[in-house]
């Protein structure tokens, strides 16, 4: 009896792939981590550092000045917001909120606490609040929920980390 041979390279199995395919598919990967390196290394745009005029207009920014503009009451009220994320900043965002809510008589006056905070002091998630009630004081009552807590900021920016037409983007990468 005489026994047939196929001359031709073997069919890729589930089992087995083929070789040519396990190879094209190195090959690509490692083009693209080779461009993904080399676009971290790129730059664009021109960053301009104006110099600070030797004459300041104001007061200086530092511990001296705060002390000698916060005489005004008895009482130093400090807050601080941690970090954590959204739920640091719904944290922080609830504390404004209690604060607000919370009057307090001082002189024979009745005033809101969140009137008398001094210093605000946050890192992470809870600068997220600190800084927009720094920009909208008490606005931040009515567009914060709306405009960060009810958004899905978290998976904006995985998204625009994995997109490649951000990387280039007139926005940058920041």
């Given amino acids: 009896m005489c026994q047939l041979t196929e001359s031709f390279p073997a069919r ?23 461009l993904t390196l080399l676009g971290g290394c790129a730059s664009y745009g021109v960053i301009v550092n104006k110099p600070i005029p030797a004459e300041r207009t104001g007061p200086a920014y530092s511990l001296n000045t705060w002390a000698e503009f916060s005489k005004d009451s008895d009482i130093t009220f400090i807050v601080s917001f941690s970090g954590g994320g959204a739920r640091a900043a719904a944290m922080a965002y609830g504390v404004l909120q209690e604060l607000r809510d919370t009057n307090v008589i001082i ?14 002091s946050s890192v992470s998630g809870g600068s997220f609040t600190a800084a927009y009630y720094g920009l909208n004081g008490d606005g931040i009552f009515n567009t914060f929920e709306d405009n960060f807590l009810r958004r899905d900021v978290e998976g904006h920016l995985t998204k625009s980390l994995f997109n490649p037409f951000h990387w280039f983007g007139h926005k940058g990468r920041t």
Avoid: M, N, W, Y
């Fill in 12 to 34: 890729a199995t589930a089992s087995a792939p083929a070789v040519g395919i396990h190879t094209l598919l190195q090959k690509c990967c490692g083009f693209f981590l080779v």
């Fill in 107 to 120: 002189d024979g006056q009745q005033k809101r606490l969140l009137d008398e905070i001094d210093q605000i």
